[in-house]
């Protein structure tokens, strides 16, 4: 595989526990032979390629706001502390890619127990942000547990769904307990007034409990029952509500949550097809205001036009295609459905944050993936990305 010589490990054991506490203890990898090769190259060409890309505008968008920020008063302040966040999570990447995913599932339990707690925990000590609070500080540390969670949902949905793959067709295997799951998180994020974190879980959530086969029937109204109970609330919550009057005429609100939007759109229309030339926004001159988080795309449509942004969506888009081929590819329903997931979480962040900055949905705090500045955020999608590498060095084979 890849010019790698493959590498037969030991066929995987037959399951003989009832428990599913006791299946995370002694992963059951299915009656296949797996055979261990080198990593794909297409996809981590690709994931370089993003946060390379990524980089450089975050330094594009940031130089002029971080020279004028009085607490901070240095150009590449933004771009030193993002290159440092790549590099230690590049690095971190390429070493989950070499741990075998059967022993990280091991620990998918405390992996999800410790993210919960420290999600529940952020409204009592968590850290107040631009009129926020979503991060907790330990130390010299600051991030938001939203961004772990993500990982740790996935990775208890997948190993629940594997476990109780045979009854996935049954509401309650299927789709009850897995919403639970969901339901949990989700109103816990809520909490925090993280809307954005909130609807990324959901839908993470929903996409894995319908590709795993659960009937998509009762699947359609559960989410309508959803639906019918959120959009109410989002209409008549003063909060949401000004939010949506800003999206629906960010001019008439310029001063309550529509200057964002607006300058938002400034910024792509000024950008044509070819863009005004990188590090040449106009917006970026503090009328966007901190363009390096989640408006960058607007900087990107400015700066380098329609081309430019046409090549960041295909990065996207050849990046969900090539992780839908890794999991095609992977040895057992838990390390397919890691991927799917993973790989849908990606997708699902990067259209959502298109659609807010091209001011499609209401606005809303959702970072671009590999491109907005965050060092959790960053890091972790490298984790991820490195976990989607290490299902990649192995393919099914049948055993004989």
């Not at 127990?113 to 529940?120: D, E, K, M, N, R």
């Not at 631009?130 to 772990?148: N, V, Y």
């Not at 003063?238 to 629906?248: C, E, H, T, V």
């Not at 205001?289 to 081309?307: K, W």
Request: glycine content about 8%; overall charge positive.
């Amino acid at each position: 595989m890849n010019g790698t010589k493959p590498q037969i490990t030991s066929p995987e054991k037959q399951k003989n526990k009832n428990s599913f506490i006791q299946e995370l203890l002694h992963p059951e990898i299915s009656t296949v032979y797996r055979v261990r090769g080198g990593m794909d190259r297409i996809f981590l060409i690709i994931v370089i390629l993003l946060l390379c890309y990524g980089s450089v505008m975050v330094f594009s968008s940031s130089y002029v706001y971080a020279k004028n920020n009085q607490n901070i008063q240095d150009s590449f302040y933004f771009v030193k502390k993002q290159t440092f966040f790549a590099i230690a999570g590049a690095a971190i990447m390429i070493i989950v890619s070499f741990i075998d995913y059967g022993f990280i599932k091991k620990f998918t339990v405390p992996i999800f127990a410790v993210s919960f707690l420290l999600l529940a925990a952020v409204p009592f000590l968590g850290q107040t942000l631009k009129g926020a609070t979503r991060w907790i500080k330990i130390g010299p540390l600051q991030f938001q547990p939203s961004d772990i969670m993500k990982f740790a949902l996935i990775l208890m949905l997948a190993t629940y769904i594997s476990f109780y793959k045979d009854k996935i067709g049954q509401f309650k295997y299927g789709i009850l307990f897995p919403a639970m799951i969901t339901g949990a998180v989700c109103a816990v994020t809520l909490l925090e007034h993280h809307m954005s974190g909130t609807i990324i879980l959901f839908l993470i959530g929903v996409s894995m409990i319908f590709i795993s086969g659960a009937n998509w029937k009762i699947l359609a109204a559960f989410g309508g029952s959803f639906a019918a109970v959120a959009v109410p609330i989002m209409l008549f919550t003063d909060y949401m509500k000004k939010r949506i009057d800003a999206w629906l005429h960010p001019e008439l609100y310029l001063q309550t949550g529509g200057w964002q939007p607006y300058q938002s759109l400034l910024a792509i229309g000024s950008g044509g097809l070819f863009g005004v030339g990188l590090g040449n926004s106009y917006q970026k001159h503090m009328w966007l205001p901190e363009p390096q988080n989640d408006f960058i795309f607007a900087i990107v449509c400015e700066e380098l036009g329609m081309i430019g942004a046409t090549v960041l969506i295909a990065l996207f888009l050849m990046l969900i295609w090539r992780g839908f081929v890794i999991a095609k590819r992977a040895p057992d329903i838990f390390s397919s459905l890691l991927v799917t997931g993973l790989t849908a979480k990606i997708g699902i962040q990067a259209l959502l944050n298109i659609a807010v900055v091209t001011v499609a949905v209401p606005t809303t705090g959702i970072a671009l993936p590999f491109f907005s500045y965050g060092g959790t955020a960053l890091i972790m999608q490298l984790v991820e990305m490195g976990m989607i590498l290490n299902v990649s060095r192995y393919s099914s084979q049948n055993s004989l």
